[in-house]
C-alpha cells in the first residue's frame, strides 16, 4: 500500500471535486438564505420556460419570454431589483457560474485558460439545448398544448432537454474526437452532478416549506416522505449491495475465468457506484493501473446506454404509474455513476409526472423532484460504501490474498475515500429541515411570512441552478463518451460480463428490493393548488 502517514483529515480540501461540489452547492444556499437579511443576491438564476414562435391570444410562452429571471417571480425581498433583465439573466448566470467554476478549477489546478473557453462553450451549447428542447412541440402534453395553439406535443416535459443536450454530447464526443478533447478539461460530469446532488438536498429540505405555502397537511406529509425515502434508502442498498457484488465477482470469476483482481475491480464497478469504486478497488487490490481505467471506460459508456434506456422502461413498462418512488429506488441501484444515474432520476421524474398528469387528465400532479430523491437517495447510500468497501477489500488482500510483512492498512482510508459531496446533500437537507421544524414551527401559518422568505432564497438554488447543472452533466457525459471503446478486444470478456450482471441479475434484484422497501410511498397531490 503507498504511505498515506501525511494525509490529514482536512486534505484535498481545496483541491479535490467532491469538496469543490460542496463548496459550490453549499455556497450559493447560504447566498440563497441571505434573503432572511433582506439581501437578495442569487434572484437573477434563469432557466427556461415553455415556448413557442406564435402564441394564441392570451397564451403564455412567447419566445421572447422563454427565459427569465427566476427572482423577477419568487424574491420576496426585492421582487423589483430584477424585474426586466429577461435575456440578460442568462448573462448573469454565465458570469456567477464562470466565477465559481474557474475558482475551483484553479485549485485543482487544471489548465485555467482551457477550462474558461470549454466551459464557456459547453455553457452557452447547454442553454440553446435547454432553449430548445422547451419548445411547445417538445415539451408540452395533450392538457396544456392547446394554449401553445398545437393539435400535438411529445408529451416529454422537461425531460426533452436532457435528451437533446445528451444528443449534442454524443455526437462531439463520436464524430468530432478533436473538438471533444480540446471540451474536455471543462466536460466534468462527475463535478457537475455532484454539485447538482448538493442542491438536490435543498429541494428535499426545501420540499416541505413550499407544501406548506398550499397546506399546513401537505407540508407535513412532504416532511415525513422525505425522512422515509432516507430510511428505505438505506436499508434498501445495504441488501442490495450485499447481493450485487458477489453475484457480479462470481459472474467475472467462473464463468468469463478473469483474473481475481479484475474480477474484483468489475465487481465494484459494476455493482457499486461506477468509476469512483472500479478506481478505489483498483487500489486496494493492487489491481495494475489499467484494470481500473478500462473498467472506468467501461462503466461511463454502460451508463449512457442505461440512461437512455432505462427511464422509458420504469415509465412505460413498470406495472403501475402508483408506485413511482419504487420505480425511482430501483433505477438508482441499476445506473452506475452518479451523472448517469442522477440524471436517468431526473429524466424519469419528468416522464412519470408527465404520464400522472395526462392519464389523470389533470387531476393528479405531482411536485417534482421526488422520483428524482429516490433515485439518487440509494446511490447516495451506495457512495458512502465505496469507503468501507475499499477498506475491507484493502484488509482482506493485505492480511490474506497478497501479505507483505510489515504491510498495514489505515482505517483513515475510509475517511479518504468517503463521498465528500455527500455531505454537501444532507447538510443542506437537514438545515431547511431544521429551520420547518424549527423557526417554521412545522409550517404554521404564523411562521409563513418567515418561510416565504427561506422559500424565495432556495427557489433559485433548487430550481435553476440544480436544473443547470443537470443540463452540463448531460452534455458532458454525451461529450467524453466514446462508443467504439466497446469494440476494442481489450474489453471483450468486460463487456459481456457487465451485459449479464447489468440485465440478467442487477436490474431484477433492485426492483424487488426497491419494491419490498418501499412499496405504497405515495406522493403528495397538489392538482388543487396549481394551474
Keep these: 500500500m503507498a504511505d498515506l502517514t501525511n494525509r490529514r ?16 452547492g453549499v455556497g450559493f444556499f447560504f447566498l440563497g438564505l441571505l434573503n432572511l437579511a433582506g439581501i437578495d443576491i442569487v434572484g437573477f438564476l434563469t432557466y ?9 391570444e392570451g397564451g403564455k410562452g412567447a419566445i421572447g419570454h422563454a427565459f427569465y429571471a427566476i427572482g423577477k417571480k419568487t424574491s420576496m425581498v426585492s421582487k423589483e431589483f430584477y424585474k426586466g433583465m429577461g435575456w440578460w439573466s442568462i448573462i448573469w448566470t454565465y458570469v456567477a457560474f464562470t466565477i465559481a467554476t474557474c475558482t475551483g478549477a484553479a485549485f485543482m489546478r487544471w489548465n485555467l485558460k482551457r477550462f474558461f473557453i470549454g466551459w464557456t462553450i459547453i455553457y452557452f451549447m447547454t442553454i440553446a439545448t435547454w432553449f430548445i428542447g422547451h419548445h411547445g412541440f417538445i415539451a408540452a402534453n395533450k392538457i396544456n398544448m392547446h394554449k401553445y395553439g398545437l393539435n400535438f406535443a411529445l408529451s416529454l416535459g422537461g425531460g426533452g432537454s436532457f435528451i437533446l443536450a445528451l444528443i449534442v454530447g454524443l455526437i462531439i464526443g463520436n464524430f468530432f474526437k478533436p473538438f471533444a478533447i480540446y471540451l474536455s478539461e ?70 468469463f475465468n478473469l483474473p481475481r483482481k479484475t474480477a474484483a475491480v468489475l465487481g465494484s464497478g459494476i455493482s457499486i457506484c461506477g468509476v469512483s469504486a472500479a478506481v478505489a478497488t483498483g487500489g486496494a487490490v493492487r489491481a495494475k493501473p489499467v484494470v481500473s481505467i478500462m473498467v472506468s471506460a467501461l462503466v461511463v459508456v454502460w451508463a449512457v446506454i442505461e440512461l ?20 425511482g429506488a430501483a433505477m438508482g441501484m ?33 411536485p417534482e423532484g421526488i422520483i428524482t430523491a429516490s433515485a439518487v437517495m440509494t446511490k447516495v447510500w451506495i457512495d458512502m460504501f465505496i469507503g468501507i468497501w ?7 488482500w493485505v492480511y490474506r490474498i497478497d501479505r507483505r510483512p510489515g504491510e498495514t492498512v489505515l482505517a483513515s482510508e475510509i475517511w479518504h475515500r468517503f463521498p465528500k459531496f455527500v455531505l454537501g446533500y444532507f447538510f443542506c437537507w437537514f438545515f431547511l429541515l431544521a429551520i420547518y421544524f424549527g ?14 422568505t427561506v422559500k424565495a432564497g432556495a427557489v433559485p438554488i433548487e430550481g435553476p441552478m440544480r436544473k443547470l ?26 463487456v459481456w460480463v457487465y451485459f449479464v450482471a447489468l440485465f440478467i441479475f442487477i436490474i431484477p434484484i433492485a426492483m424487488i428490493v426497491a419494491y419490498l422497501f418501499h412499496h405504497g410511498m405515495q406522493i403528495p397531490n397538489i392538482a388543487g393548488y396549481v394551474q
Design 186 to 255: 471543462a466536460a466534468k460530469p462527475e463535478w457537475y452532478i455532484k454539485t447538482a446532488i448538493v442542491t438536490l438536498g435543498v429541494k428535499l429540505g426545501y420540499l416541505p416549506i413550499k407544501l406548506a405555502g398550499f397546506s399546513h397537511k401537505l407540508g407535513k406529509e412532504a416532511a415525513g416522505l422525505t425522512f422515509d425515502l432516507f430510511i428505505a434508502g438505506a436499508a434498501a442498498t445495504i441488501v442490495a449491495y450485499m447481493i450485487f457484488w458477489p453475484i457480479t465477482y462470481l459472474i467475472a470469476r467462473k464463468m
Design 390 to 396: 475499499a477498506f475491507v477489500l484493502a484488509m482482506v
Design 308 to 327: 437512455v434506456v432505462l427511464p422509458g422502461f420504469f415509465t412505460h413498462v413498470w406495472p403501475k404509474t402508483a408506485d413511482p418512488i419504487v420505480a
Design 439 to 452: 423557526p417554521g414551527q412545522g409550517g404554521s401559518a404564523d411562521a409563513m411570512p418567515y418561510l416565504k
Design 469 to 494: 447543472f443537470f443540463m452540463l452533466t448531460f452534455m458532458s457525459l454525451g461529450i467524453i463518451t466514446d462508443f467504439k471503446k466497446l469494440k476494442e478486444a481489450q474489453f471483450g470478456k468486460m
Design 334 to 366: 441499476s445506473v452506475k455513476t452518479d451523472g448517469a444515474d442522477a440524471a436517468a432520476g431526473e429524466l424519469l421524474d419528468e416522464f412519470m409526472r408527465n404520464k400522472i398528469a395526462v392519464e389523470s387528465n389533470g387531476t393528479v400532479i405531482w
Design 9 to 24: 483529515w482536512y486534505t484535498g480540501m481545496l483541491t479535490q471535486e467532491d469538496w469543490w461540489a460542496v463548496w459550490l
Design 48 to 56: 427556461p420556460t415553455k415556448w413557442v414562435f406564435n402564441v394564441p
